[in-house]
């Protein structure tokens, strides 16, 4: 049970460039995460999904894209990257229900990111 | 939207010595308050929840309070070690229209010398 995998775990980019973060869970989890985090700022949300084929946008969605086809998967997209998107990014998953709260969250390692 | 304060920013404390982290939260449909530890290099952990409906929760060496009135809940760590070392992040959720709305504070950088 490896539970939230994210690749690759470091990355620099050009201006400009696009590249894809990939994410996997294999604890079955319906509820699937991606989240950046600033020096100082915490963690903002920035895509999430419900289950496969559901998607919505999170407080910081602008400059990416997702995709959910299957329960296990959720990669991040990068579009035309830029130095604001500098960052480490962790995806995460968790096991929830429509009308619950307070399941727990886990966290893949980590992607570091930096824009040149 | 909710907003979640986290205090301090930065905390050093002498190993043996307790340390505390204080949070407050805005909105008062939150009802599930989780504690995240985060080490150097790694994803952040859960190490302690508590829901809306109890005061007081404790795991061995860590609490966690909760004042639902003041919108207060506070990270308590006893007896530290230098493993306790590291950053802590607390979080307010809610459910939002079938979604676990999380927000997370801005962490607290806790440093267990020796």
């Known amino acids: 049970n490896a539970g939230v995998t994210q690749t690759p775990k470091f990355r620099i980019l050009k201006i400009g460039q696009s590249m894809t973060l990939q994410c996997a869970q294999d604890m079955n989890h319906n509820y699937m995460y991606w989240y950046r985090q600033d020096p100082g700022m915490g963690l903002k949300l920035i895509y999430y999904?419900?289950?496969?084929?559901?998607?919505d946008k999170g407080e910081v969605p602008n400059g990416y894209n997702v995709s959910r086809s299957t329960t296990e998967d959720f990669p991040l997209r990068l579009e035309l990257a830029a130095p604001s998107q500098t960052s480490v990014y962790f995806c995460a998953s968790s096991y929830s229900t429509v009308t619950g709260s307070g399941n727990t969250i886990y966290f893949g390692e980590g992607s570091w990111l930096t824009v040149v | 939207g909710e907003n979640v304060e986290q205090h301090p920013s930065t905390l050093s404390v002498q190993e043996g010595d307790s340390a505390v982290i204080k949070c407050t939260y805005s909105?008062?449909?939150?009802?599930?308050f989780p504690w995240y530890k985060q080490e150097l290099g790694k994803g952040p952990q859960l190490i302690i929840d508590?829901?809306?409906?109890?005061g007081e929760k404790k795991d061995q060496r860590i609490a966690v309070t909760l004042n639902k009135t003041a919108k207060h809940f506070s990270l308590h760590i006893t007896e530290t070690q230098p493993e306790d070392s590291a950053v802590y992040f607390c979080a307010a959720s809610r459910n939002s229209g079938g979604y676990q709305k999380v927000t997370f504070g801005t962490g607290t950088k806790l440093q267990v010398i020796p």
């Open positions: 909105d008062s449909a939150s009802n599930y």
């Open positions: 508590i829901r809306s409906n109890v």
């Open positions: 999904s419900v289950g496969a084929g559901i998607t």
